[in-house]
T-cell receptor, first 115, second 114 residues
Framework: DAGITQSPRYKITETGRQVTLMCHQT?????MFWYRQDLGHGLRLIYY???????DKGEVPDGYVVSRSKTENFPLTLESATRSQTSVYFC????FGSGSYNEQFFGPGTRLTVL | TQLLEQSPQFLSIQEGENLTVYCNSS?????LQWYRQEPGEGPVLLVT?????EVKKLKRLTFQFGDARKDSSLHITAAQPGDTGLYLC??????????????FGKGTKLSVIP
């Protein structure tokens, strides 16, 4: 079934470890986004990508790395996890063009706990 | 930085009551979206408003975009328990290099009591 999927759905790791969160979409949307959602802060943009091999920073990029070698995949890597990166992470995709206004379609989220 | 302030943060009402959620900013947005999020799931788009003063209706939900495209409201008539959830507004703005971003309000957590 078409859509946007994230894996894993839950992850517990330790401080200092590298963690990669996966995101896959089947719509061939050009734009993809990574957000984190925290109580008191709402959804904040980490990184986004306009197309394969084109990425840019969002509001809170420090400590994160992204890549996009294929249109359908947009992995997010925490190079050395910290407790402050404990959060729920959402991937989203959107299509731009005539009649489109950056309407975003979200994945189910990954709940990450850093001990 | 584009900021969106959403109010109220929490709202608990009885089934059948009406309610309004507000989304305000000092920034102008090219469009504004409303999302609804259930626990354990990602946000789901409800509506996009584009033109200043625009009003859109989705069954018992009425969305309005301010004339200056800086604010928006969501009005629910005769709320039902199924309306329970987190409502998020998001402003779409040009971030440069041909790209647009969304900035989200912190959300309104609505509970409708049967």
């Amino acid at each position: 079934d078409a859509g946007i999927t994230q894996s894993p759905r839950y992850k517990i790791t330790e401080t200092g470890r590298q963690v990669t969160l996966m995101c896959h979409q089947t719509w061939s949307h050009s734009y993809m986004f990574w957000y984190r959602q925290d109580l008191g802060h709402g959804l904040r943009l980490i990184y986004y990508s306009a197309a394969a091999d084109i990425t840019d920073k969002g509001e809170v990029p420090d400590g994160y790395v992204v890549s996009r070698s294929k249109t359908e995949n947009f992995p997010l890597t925490l190079e050395s996890a910290t407790r402050s990166q404990t959060s729920v992470y959402f991937c989203a995709s959107s299509v731009f063009g005539s009649g489109s206004y950056n309407e975003q379609f979200f994945g189910p989220g990954t709940r990450l706990t850093v001990l | 930085t584009q900021l969106l302030e959403q109010s109220p943060q929490f709202l608990s009402i009885q089934e059948g009551e009406n309610l309004t959620v507000y989304c305000n900013s000092s920034s102008v947005f090219s469009s504004l979206q409303w999302y609804r999020q259930e626990p354990g799931e990602g946000p789901v788009l409800l509506v996009t408003v584009v033109t200043g003063g625009e009003v859109k209706k989705l069954k018992r939900l009425t969305f309005q975009f301010g004339d200056a495209r800086k604010d928006s409201s969501l009005h629910i008539t005769a709320a039902q328990p199924g309306d329970t959830g987190l409502y998020l507004c998001a402003g779409n703005f040009y971030s440069g290099a041909g790209s647009y971003q969304l900035t989200f309000g912190k959300g309104t957590k609505l509970s409708v009591i049967p």
